[in-house]
């Protein structure tokens, strides 16, 4: 791993190699040393709060006239595994992360929720070495997609409920989601899913986990009712 060509990925220098080798540590790399050297463990809960905060602090000042409890939906989009996971395989975290040998073979690398924790412990070393100022503009900068479409209302939208609705609106449904065949190892499958309102085939959809597929399938059928997006 080459510490500098990522801290050039992710804007920000470490005065602490350290903190970012800690980051980056699983525990299941420690594990396999008898617990010899830190994992990120604790970075991940302080790094929790921080990114909380600072997504908090920026719906504040940026949506003066939204309620709290829009802010707090607003929030959960944002400050979530799905979007933690996302920046953290745009910033090819996962190739820098030390996992254990075991961990890494099967397919720990590729998971979300370990690139999600390494993403929080990663923002709580930058707040350890930086301070707020230099977290807030590393968690701005790398989130400013999601932000952007989470206050635009087109992030991670439900096109399962949506679906429902639509035909609820229009009749009754009798919607049923069915596994037509899995591929792939158990830690990397692949999930083919046909959705059905009674004997007519909807849509189908392909997805790394059954509730990907389901969505997929549903965003499928809405656009085959030529419903807008």
């Given at each position: 791993?080459?510490?500098r060509?990522?801290?050039?990925?992710?804007?920000?220098v470490?005065?602490?190699?350290?903190l970012?080798?800690?980051?980056?540590t699983h525990?299941?790399a420690t594990?396999e040393?008898n617990?010899s050297g830190q994992?990120?463990?604790?970075?991940?809960?302080?790094?929790?709060?921080?990114?909380?905060?600072i997504?908090s602090?920026?719906l504040?000042?940026?949506?003066?006239?939204?309620?709290?409890?829009q802010?707090?939906?607003?929030r959960?989009?944002?400050?979530?595994?799905?979007?933690?996971?996302?920046?953290?395989?745009?910033?090819?975290i996962n190739d820098?992360?030390?996992?254990?040998?075991?961990?890494?073979?099967n397919?720990?690398r590729?998971?979300?929720s370990?690139?999600?924790?390494?993403?929080?412990a990663l923002?709580?070393?930058i707040?350890?070495?930086?301070?707020?100022d230099?977290?807030?503009?590393?968690v701005?900068t790398?989130?400013?997609?999601?932000?952007?479409?989470?206050?635009?209302?087109?992030l991670?939208?439900d096109?399962?409920?949506e679906l429902?609705?639509?035909?609820?609106?229009?009749?009754?449904?009798?919607i049923?989601?069915?596994v037509d065949?899995?591929?792939?190892?158990?830690?990397d499958k692949?999930?083919?899913i046909?959705?059905?309102?009674g004997k007519?085939k909807?849509?189908e959809?392909i997805?790394k986990t059954k509730?990907?597929?389901?969505?997929n399938?549903?965003?499928?059928?809405l656009?085959?009712?030529?419903?807008?997006?």
């Open positions: 791993m080459s510490d060509s990522f801290e050039t990925r992710i804007g920000y470490f005065r602490d190699p350290q970012l080798e800690k980051a980056l525990s299941s594990n040393t617990g994992n990120n463990e604790r970075l991940e809960f302080l790094g929790d709060a921080v990114f909380d905060l997504i602090k920026y504040y000042d940026n949506m003066a006239e939204v309620e709290e409890g802010l707090s939906k607003l959960a989009l944002i400050v979530c595994e799905r979007s933690l996971a996302h920046c953290g395989r745009r910033l090819n820098e992360l030390r996992l254990g040998r075991g961990e890494d073979l397919g720990g590729n998971r979300s370990i690139l999600a924790d390494a993403m929080e923002i709580g070393a707040y350890l070495d930086g301070g707020y230099a977290a807030t503009s590393f701005i790398t989130f400013e997609d999601i932000i952007k479409k989470a206050l635009s209302g087109n991670y939208r096109f399962k409920t429902q609705e639509f035909l609820q609106a229009r009749k009754e449904a009798d049923h989601y069915f065949r899995e591929e792939g190892p158990d830690h692949t999930f083919y046909s959705l059905w309102d007519v909807l849509g959809g997805g509730k990907e597929a389901e969505q399938a549903a965003k499928a059928a656009e085959g009712y030529e419903v807008v997006f």
